[in-house]
């Protein structure tokens, strides 16, 4: 895989979307390196599927079923020191809503492959020896010049008693939500028109190995000008990073995540797309795991407001940690 710069990938965006040509592409966080296949289904190096479109395979050989995920988080009094430094930002106003993210080694007998080849999610990209991503969540789709996200914001465990109504009711969740879709559809309107929520607060079931667990995601829409494939790398590039995994206002919440988390995330809550002549659609590189020297490492984290509990934040990042399939 050739690394590429940010703005060779928005240029070829566009290039190619005037032209008509299908490409994939992904781009990481810091927006410091990424890449652009064209004709991708014609490549196996770099394997993707989009709600069950790309180059995914099956395996070639039978797997036990004695599959296993075993993680070794960091401590509540760890995770508390890096939730104080985003407490301390959300204090003196330079944040609504923070987005913090830990990383857990963890062991698991399947590679990162493996783990793409059995995933049962929407959003899959698998970069051999780098990472692989079972996401659940949209960045941005364009069907017909119609331009949608859906950012996903709240998550609780199914078998907690009434879990819908407790999410939807959470004082927190609610006001962490608002934040992100109100930002979302301000990153929306900087190319489209008739920007509006189409849906609010909507439920979304994600089966794991481990246990169920419920999303709750909203869906803005808008309409894009006709000439958009031309400028379909402009567009995408407006709204980095993805603000659900960033926070709002964006500048200075960058700098909140950068003093917290310490290192760069990477490829982790970047994002990656694919255009196929026409539309487009792309997935938040959530639910990933990455290649560490040899070491499997789970990403996650959740949305930080002067309303959360650390504790339950740190519960929420542990119980993402999980194997995309029953």
Not at 8 to 22: A, C, S
Not at 65 to 93: H, I
Not at 209 to 237: C, W
């Given at each position: ?40 289904e014609n490549q196996t190096e770099i394997l993707y599927e989009i709600w069950g479109r790309g180059n995914k395979k099956p395996l070639n050989k039978p797997l036990a079923d004695n599959f296993y995920l075993t993680s070794k988080p960091m401590s509540q009094r760890e995770y508390a020191d890096l939730f ?37 999610s929407p959003y899959q990209l698998y970069v051999p020896d780098r990472f692989v991503c079972f996401s659940p969540e949209r960045f941005v789709q364009i069907d017909s010049g119609r331009i949608s996200t859906c950012p996903m914001k709240g998550t609780i465990n199914a078998e907690i008693d009434e879990a ?163």
């Amino acid at each position: 895989m050739e690394s590429l710069s940010p703005d060779l990938i928005q240029r070829e965006m566009n290039r190619l979307g005037l032209d008509g040509q299908k490409f994939l592409f992904a781009v990481n966080f810091e927006l410091t390196e990424g890449f652009i296949i064209e004709n991708p289904e014609n490549q196996t190096e770099i394997l993707y599927e989009i709600w069950g479109r790309g180059n995914k395979k099956p395996l070639n050989k039978p797997l036990a079923d004695n599959f296993y995920l075993t993680s070794k988080p960091m401590s509540q009094r760890e995770y508390a020191d890096l939730f104080q430094v985003v407490k301390d930002g959300l204090a003196r106003g330079d944040s609504y809503l923070t987005n913090l993210t830990i990383a857990t080694d963890i062991e698991c007998p399947l590679s990162l492959e493996e783990i793409f080849q059995l995933s049962n999610s929407p959003y899959q990209l698998y970069v051999p020896d780098r990472f692989v991503c079972f996401s659940p969540e949209r960045f941005v789709q364009i069907d017909s010049g119609r331009i949608s996200t859906c950012p996903m914001k709240g998550t609780i465990n199914a078998e907690i008693d009434e879990a819908e109504k407790v999410i939807l009711a959470d004082f927190k969740e609610s006001a962490e939500h608002a934040t992100i879709v109100d930002l979302l559809r301000n990153d929306l309107s900087l190319s489209a028109m008739e920007v509006r929520v189409s849906r609010y607060r909507y439920i979304d079931r994600i089966k794991t190995r481990q246990r169920e667990i419920l999303q709750v995601s909203s869906e803005i829409t808008g309409r894009l000008p006709d000439d958009y494939p031309a400028n379909i790398g402009d567009i995408i590039f407006r709204m980095l990073p993805c603000g659900s995994c960033s926070g709002a206002p964006k500048e200075s919440t960058l700098d909140i995540i950068r003093r917290a988390e310490a290192k760069p995330r990477g490829y982790y809550t970047g994002v990656y797309g694919y255009f196929d002549g026409h539309n487009f659609d792309s997935g938040v590189l959530i639910r990933f795991i990455e290649n560490n020297g040899g070491q499997m490492v789970f990403r996650s984290g959740g949305g930080i407001t002067a309303y959360s509990s650390m504790e339950s934040e740190y519960i929420e990042a542990i119980e993402k940690i999980y194997l995309p399939f029953v």
